[in-house]
């Protein structure tokens, strides 16, 4: 059960008493009273300023929270002297035999919570949860969990990013990172191109549109077993590769494509950004002010899925759920990243702020947040749902949150009682 009960939750009642004051015992039997159970504090023990008593003598100091105790020790608090100042161990669930040692040695009496009158019904909010504080999340105001995904948000975004060692570097990574999202959900083999071919030599080694998506269609293997040209564009396409591969001993990759409903073939994503590139063939131009509305491919891929395969409706706009993958996971990131670095600041703002203008996602990760705390509000929140789970949720590292934070405040929300 210690590992089904998230840290958060002990801090939680803890800090708001709720638990039976005449069922609290330490482990050796002695009669435990909270007059006041601290102030929590982000560093050292967890609450300091309690002031308990231990079968009538009162005592003051501080209290460490864990959840088994053996963590006291895993810790390693028995080696450090601020935690001197300890005068009990809360825990969740703890043995007769057990001990917590400070570093002089010193006995410190532990108290577990689990047998202090919690229901049965409060315990079961905690168990088999997707994050530590899910069963509490709708305890803490809206506007501190919005204030919490636009942090993470940030982080996120520095996350996917790093310190370029050129600026080649980084364009290179932007191509990689455009490709990958421009295939989805076959981002991989699109990433396996780009890496084969970098932008630079790609807009250098091809002059036109045609060109470009000969390239790219012939790279990725797509050209290979067609059937023979029925239009002149398809005689022109395959011409136009032949030439090409002979001129720069390029070889067609071995992927293994599956099929997916238009728009999402590869044939109509290649021409995509086949179309992308001829518009920008400077990615510079593309990072510095990215456009509002996406290219659409050349006549014939507005037309067809694949080759030989003429699509049930014409390609009129952009496919929008690609075109915001594509300013989520590549364009906007990187955009914003080199902005900064170039030191235009007020124009890393103004993406900044077209990236929260952007519709939320869903995935696995903003459907938790919106069942159990609130959701995200635009797609820079739901990145920082991402990362707030990845990071700081599955690590558990609550105490280091804002709303683990507000969990441990000592006042009650209105309207929490055991019982529920």
Same mark, same amino acid.
């Given at each position: 059960?210690?590992?089904?009960?998230?840290?958060?939750?002990?801090? #939680?009642?803890?800090?708001?008493?709720?638990?039976?004051?005449?069922?609290?015992?330490?482990?050796?039997?002695?009669?435990?009273?909270?007059?006041?159970?601290?102030?929590?504090?982000?560093?050292?023990?967890?609450?300091?300023?309690?002031?308990?008593?231990?079968?009538?003598?009162?005592?003051?100091?501080?209290?460490?929270?864990?959840?088994?105790?053996?963590?006291?020790?895993?810790?390693?608090?028995?080696?450090?002297?601020?935690?001197?100042?300890?005068?009990?161990?809360?825990?969740?669930?703890?043995?007769?035999?057990?001990?917590?040692?400070?570093?002089?040695?010193?006995?410190?009496?532990?108290?577990?919570?689990?047998?202090?009158?919690?229901?049965?019904?409060?315990?079961?909010?905690?168990?088999?949860?997707?994050?530590?504080?899910?069963?509490?999340?709708?305890?803490?105001?809206?506007?501190?969990?919005?204030?919490?995904?636009?942090?993470?948000?940030?982080?996120?975004?520095?996350?996917?990013?790093?310190?370029?060692?050129?600026?080649?570097?980084?364009?290179?990574?932007?191509?990689?990172?455009?490709?990958?999202?421009?295939?989805?959900?076959?981002?991989?083999?699109?990433?396996?191109?780009?890496?084969?071919?970098?932008?630079?030599?790609?807009?250098? #080694?091809?002059?036109?549109?045609?060109?470009?998506?000969?390239?790219?269609?012939?790279?990725?293997?797509?050209?290979?077993?067609?059937?023979?040209?029925?239009?002149?564009?398809?005689?022109?396409?395959?011409?136009?590769?032949?030439?090409?591969?002979?001129?720069?001993?390029?070889?067609?990759?071995?992927?293994?494509?599956?099929?997916?409903?238009p728009p999402a073939t590869a044939w109509v994503r290649w021409s995509l950004l086949a179309a992308l590139l001829e518009q920008f063939p400077n990615p510079?131009?593309?990072?510095?002010?990215?456009?509002?509305?996406?290219?659409?491919?050349?006549?014939?891929?507005?037309?067809?899925?694949?080759?030989?395969?003429?699509?049930?409706?014409?390609?009129?706009?952009?496919?929008?759920?690609l075109h915001q993958n594509i300013f989520i996971n590549a364009l906007l990131p990187f955009s914003i990243h080199y902005l900064r670095h170039t030191g235009?600041?007020?124009?890393?703002?103004?993406?900044?702020?077209?990236?929260?203008?952007?519709?939320?996602?869903?995935?696995?990760?903003?459907?938790? #947040?919106?069942?159990?705390?609130?959701?995200?509000?635009?797609?820079?929140?739901?990145?920082?749902?991402?990362?707030?789970?990845?990071?700081?949720?599955?690590?558990?590292?609550?105490?280091?949150?804002?709303?683990?934070?507000?969990?441990?405040?000592?006042?009650?929300?209105?309207?929490?009682?055991?019982?529920?």
């Open positions: 059960m210690a590992a089904l009960v998230p840290e958060v939750f002990l801090h #939680y009642l803890w800090s708001r008493k709720l638990f039976d004051s005449a069922s609290l015992h330490t482990v050796c039997g002695q009669r435990v009273e909270v007059l006041h159970p601290g102030t929590p504090q982000s560093a050292g023990p967890d609450f300091s300023g309690a002031i308990i008593r231990i079968e009538g003598v009162r005592w003051a100091g501080s209290v460490e929270i864990d959840r088994i105790p053996s963590e006291w020790y895993a810790h390693r608090h028995h080696e450090n002297p601020k935690y001197a100042s300890v005068i009990l161990h809360v825990v969740w669930e703890a043995e007769p035999t057990h001990r917590t040692l400070d570093w002089q040695g010193r006995a410190i009496p532990i108290l577990p919570l689990k047998s202090a009158g919690i229901p049965p019904s409060f315990q079961a909010r905690f168990s088999g949860l997707p994050f530590p504080c899910a069963g509490l999340a709708r305890e803490v105001p809206q506007e501190v969990w919005q204030e919490v995904y636009d942090f993470w948000g940030e982080q996120r975004l520095k996350a996917r990013l790093h310190i370029y060692r050129s600026e080649n570097e980084l364009m290179q990574a932007f191509w990689i990172a455009l490709a990958y999202a421009m295939g989805a959900p076959q981002g991989s083999l699109f990433q396996q191109v780009a890496e084969y071919l970098p932008w630079t030599y790609l807009t250098r #080694y091809t002059n036109s549109l045609l060109e470009k998506e000969a390239t790219l269609f012939g790279l990725s293997g797509l050209l290979e077993g067609v059937g023979p040209p029925a239009a002149p564009y398809e005689q022109e396409l395959l011409s136009t590769w032949q030439y090409l591969r002979r001129k720069h001993s390029w070889q067609s990759l071995s992927l293994s494509w599956r099929p997916f409903r510079i131009h593309l990072l510095e002010k990215p456009p509002q509305n996406l290219p659409l491919p050349s006549p014939y891929w507005q037309r067809h899925i694949a080759w030989q395969k003429p699509a049930v409706r014409p390609l009129t706009r952009f496919p929008p759920l235009q600041l007020e124009a890393a703002v103004a993406q900044i702020a077209q990236f929260q203008q952007l519709p939320p996602e869903n995935n696995r990760y903003t459907r938790l #947040y919106a069942r159990y705390a609130y959701p995200g509000r635009n797609a820079w929140q739901t990145q920082g749902q991402i990362q707030l789970y990845r990071i700081a949720c599955q690590s558990q590292s609550c105490l280091s949150c804002a709303v683990g934070n507000y969990l441990r405040r000592s006042e009650p929300h209105s309207g929490t009682h055991l019982s529920e």
